[in-house]
């Protein structure tokens, strides 16, 4: 792992477009290549807000604050431009694209990310590789993007997509919702291959449980509440929110 920042969230604050509602009231965070952090929080303290900011949301506004992402100002980017560059956030609700396959799907997105014409057979070829990767059956790619799937299968193909396009910064928002312990344990297997195999991925985990994290190793975890980081610290700081919840900072909010 490099000590040099990769990901550097300075002060940042955003609302919902158009409206007053404050989200993300100075969240300060920075990440190194190849290190994994999880964000644990109550509901809407603001963690899902702040993977969407960082891949150019467009129902969020940021008011105040800096984002760099190897050394550029991703604010200052169009989404497409952020994936371009090497962000990929894996959706809560991946949405349903009947009448697309999944191979068309991911073809169009790796055109997208590539400078040059896509051969059809390498295609082909990186698709089948990271299928077996992920122990995923080739007939998948031929389904429907999402369309018809259970909430396992549905994750089971960001991580796919993951696979493919090979993101240097792979936010994960809600990745274990929803889902049971087996599909959970092979969604968490095919993050760690990906890992294995790329070394210098950066991954941001959002996450309400503790659960995944016995499977995907964090190397920092971080508490959001109330729209800021309020703790970080190692893998003991999930473990402690598992038995003590959020009570103190509750508390806290409660007598102003």
Same mark, same amino acid.
């Given at each position: 792992?490099?000590? &040099?920042?990769? %990901? ?10 158009? @409206? ?9 965070? @920075? ?17 899902? &807000? ?12 940021? &008011? ?7 050394? +550029? !100002? ?8 952020? =994936? ?14 009947? *009448?697309? =396959?999944? /191979?068309?799907?991911?073809? &169009? ?15 082909? !070829? ?8 992920? @122990? ?11 369309? *018809? ?8 193909? @960001?991580?796919?997509?993951? /696979? ?9 928002? +809600? ?18 291959? %990906?890992?294995?195999?790329?070394? +210098? ?29 309020? +703790? =970080? ?14 009570? !103190? ?6 007598? *102003?």
């Amino acid at each position: 792992m490099s000590d &040099t920042p990769f %990901l550097t969230i300075r002060n940042l604050h955003a609302s919902v477009a158009e @409206e007053e509602l404050q989200i993300l009231k100075g969240v300060d965070l @920075e990440l190194k290549a190849g290190e994994i952090h999880a964000i644990m929080g109550p509901n809407g303290s603001g963690k899902s &807000t702040l993977s969407k900011v960082l891949a150019g949301h467009p129902g969020y506004e940021v &008011t105040e604050g800096e984002v760099h992402f190897q050394g +550029e !100002d991703i604010l200052e980017m169009e989404p497409d431009e952020r =994936s371009q560059a090497g962000i990929f956030l894996a959706f809560q609700y991946p949405v349903e694209i009947p *009448g697309v =396959s999944i /191979a068309n799907f991911l073809r &169009t997105a790796l055109q997208a990310h590539s400078e040059e014409e896509l051969d059809l057979f390498d295609f082909q !070829d990186l698709l089948l590789e990271k299928m077996e990767l992920l @122990e995923m059956d080739p007939a998948f790619a031929e389904r429907p993007v999402n369309d *018809g799937f259970s909430g396992g299968e549905k994750k089971r193909n @960001e991580i796919l997509q993951m /696979a493919c396009l090979q993101p240097a910064l792979a936010l994960m928002d +809600e990745t274990d919702s929803g889902l049971d312990i087996d599909a959970l344990q092979i969604v968490a297997n095919g993050v760690n291959k %990906l890992k294995e195999e790329n070394p +210098e991925m950066t991954v941001l985990l959002i996450t309400h449980y503790q659960r995944l994290l016995n499977y995907i190793k964090p190397d920092f975890v971080h508490v959001m509440f109330d729209g800021r980081i309020v +703790e =970080s610290g190692g893998p003991e700081v999930a473990l402690r929110l598992e038995q003590e919840g959020y009570r !103190d900072w509750k508390e806290a909010e409660a007598a *102003g």
